[in-house]
């Protein structure tokens, strides 16, 4: 057979998954394990987007536009000017979920060989479409002690070079939770109008705020309108990963006209989905606030209790629902399989995401692992003492 | 702002889409259009497809596997076998369309600036993935004279070059419904295993074979087991184009592995739209029974109607739902709008798809269009009857 491509030989695997088969022993030898590693909620879909479906004419399965129903982009701009970020529907291109949002907006803007900065730890996935799009990541490290917050611009705009089109922000931040404040995003924006980049921002947990922070929207930054991309999905917001709805924002009209055509081409976004997603903002405030005050005591048990744990330190995140743990370990890539193969309390063991697939920088994250705080308060608790437990008597162990 | 990307100004603008804004103004003058300018088929979903969805537990519509939920992978595997063709699960990767299909089976196996050899006219979306993975599209011509049938075998071995990686066909193929014969397909399999190539075939008009026609699948040429990469998906078989499932298959490992990091990034195929697409499996013979007696008389009211116009010549095609005529005109592109700016027989119209969109070599196919009869037998009659009036008063007319 001919050789495969250089794209299939450096995409890289996702540093989730490579637990799985450990993971799969562990089931087989009966244990239970706390799912800490992906953020699949276990929050319900809004009835209003499952009634829509029940509701909708499937008699024939249509193809949408390629840019979504018209209907469902007037009511999204609608859901953004009431969160106060003015847009209209032709600011709006709905996407196959965030991720091709994401590869949409990189090959429009982006040519192979171009530079994204990005800070790190990011979303592995990041990696993913990049190499799609023939693209060079460039981190720029936000450190655990400083709560992951913004790295000093000065740090920022030295990686920024001739081949520099765009940063890359996820904000609320997964893997971190970081929530950037105004000034920070300033910041960015200075450095984005001096240097004339693209500023892509992944807006997917906005409504996963928590102790009254009020996320700031890189679309409400004035004087780099024509500069900003934002990426959002209903996956998380609605609980829905699987319909695979996202959207492509700009107000740049150059920007959605070529994200269009990539649209085209793959003819339409699911129809079925599209009308999950368009009951979904039907979805009343209530059931926010209800979702919001579960995740904040789900993180105050997570946190709280990684930081009871000796050796432990988590920063307090105030945003979606993840959080970066550093443990006195060796290496968590030997701790996590140590979990799932070595270890269990009572029948109960953690399984958790190694952090250093989220940093680009080799050797960064080592001691690091990425916590999805999804599961019921009850789980929660009995998997931090697993965790407790577990550091008592692994091996590895090292303070430092 | 900054510029944009090279991808951006060469992705190609759909060619069915360059005449909505003439359609838009003959709506405008209360002009009826019958549209047999895309394949949006006005066949019902199979009930059972849309009973599944109905049916399914959607109080959380998490994430499937990345390749697809295993149950529907394992079912669909049958389907093969049913048709003939020997693979399992692990050789199906369950994609967003056959769209996302092609683009990672492309990015998988070849690099920016390798070639693929296309036989045009071909479906116009190729171009666009071709694009999006940095390829070049190198065409041989197939000839209406011939009704399209595969280019005499030592032109296609012409076009290869060392930069060639792939052979890409579409079967029964769209816009011009020519189904290739056992023997045309071993005669490419015997270029693709002399030089080593890989072959892509779409086959997803497979169901669409009239008169008696047993489709050959790639899948069942052998000696080139390893490859050879088959699009499929739900979109036409099952009139369900908007789903957006489709698959990518392969006995190849190492594409699958490299495809499954594809998938992975994105995480995962729509998953409502999956429930669907398994439910579709279990739709009886006679749909598709009723469904090809239905195509096979669209078909003949469509070419034979063609035909008996004076100066028009189209080559009865033997699948898909789709032919390609050449007409007495100046240019199909001047023809196709003047239409719908400047005709109309008692209130109705015609939009069609210029041929040239589908050809890469520039100028070819300037007296031809694309038809796609998926409307109804009476409006397919006095579609017919519209152009036959249309070609009498058109002031491009033209004989040659």
Redesign the interface.
């Known amino acids: 057979?001919?050789n495969?491509?250089?794209?299939?030989v450096t995409?890289?695997?996702?540093p989730i998954?490579k637990l799985v088969p450990f993971a799969e022993k562990a089931y087989a030898k009966g244990k239970n394990v706390f799912h800490l590693n992906i953020g699949?909620?276990?929050?319900?879909?809004p009835d209003s987007?499952?009634q829509a479906?029940?509701d909708a004419d499937?008699?024939?399965?249509?193809?949408?536009h390629s840019a979504g129903f018209p209907e469902y982009r007037e009511k999204l701009a609608e859901y953004y000017r009431n969160t106060g970020i003015e847009i209209t529907q032709e600011d709006i291109l709905i996407t196959?979920?965030g991720?091709?949002a994401l590869?949409f907006g990189f090959?429009?803007?982006?040519?192979?060989g171009?530079e994204i900065i990005i800070p790190e730890p990011f979303y592995a996935?990041y990696?993913?479409?990049a190499v799609?799009s023939?693209l060079n990541v460039v981190p720029v490290t936000a450190k655990i002690e400083d709560a992951f917050a913004l790295p000093p611009i000065e740090q920022i705009e030295r990686k920024i070079s001739e081949k520099t089109?765009a940063i890359v922000i996820c904000n609320p931040g997964n893997p971190t939770g970081y929530l950037y404040s105004k000034e920070e995003l300033e910041r960015l924006r200075d450095i984005v109008q001096k240097h004339?980049?693209?500023l892509f921002a992944d807006e997917v947990y906005r409504e996963f705020c928590y102790d009254g922070a009020v996320p700031t929207s890189v679309m409400n930054l004035s004087g780099i309108e024509?500069?900003v991309i934002m990426i959002d999905s209903v996956s998380k917001r609605y609980?829905?990963?699987?319909?695979?709805i996202g959207a492509l924002i700009s107000r740049?009209k150059?920007?959605m006209t070529?994200a269009l055509?990539?649209a085209?081409?793959?003819?339409?976004?699911?129809?079925?989905?599209q009308f999950?997603s368009q009951g979904a903002l039907e979805t009343p405030q209530a059931y926010f606030d209800e979702v919001v005050q579960e995740y904040v005591q789900r993180r105050d048990i997570m946190v709280d209790g990684l930081n009871s744990i000796e050796g432990v330190f988590c920063p307090k995140p105030s945003g979606a629902f993840y959080c970066v743990a550093k443990f006195p370990v060796d290496s968590t890539e030997k701790f996590c399989q140590w979990l799932l193969e070595e270890f269990d309390k009572d029948g109960n063991t953690v399984m958790m995401a190694p952090a250093s697939g989220f940093y680009s920088t080799t050797g960064l994250g080592e001691q690091e692992a990425r916590i999805a705080y999804v599961l019921n308060q009850n789980s929660l608790k009995q998997a931090v003492e697993c965790l407790r437990e577990a550091l008592k008597v692994y091996p590895g162990r090292k303070i430092k």
Not at 11 to 14: A, D, Y
Not at 40 to 45: L, N
């Open positions: 057979m001919p495969l491509s250089q794209k299939a995409m890289p695997e996702s998954r699949q909620p276990d929050i319900k879909t987007a499952i479906v029940r499937l008699d024939v399965i249509e193809y949408s196959t979920g991720s091709e590869i090959m429009s803007t982006c040519n192979p171009d996935n990696n993913g479409f799609m023939g089109k004339d980049l693209f024509q500069n609980s829905m990963c699987g319909a695979r740049n150059e920007i070529a055509k990539f085209q081409a793959r003819l339409s976004p699911p129809t079925i989905a999950a």
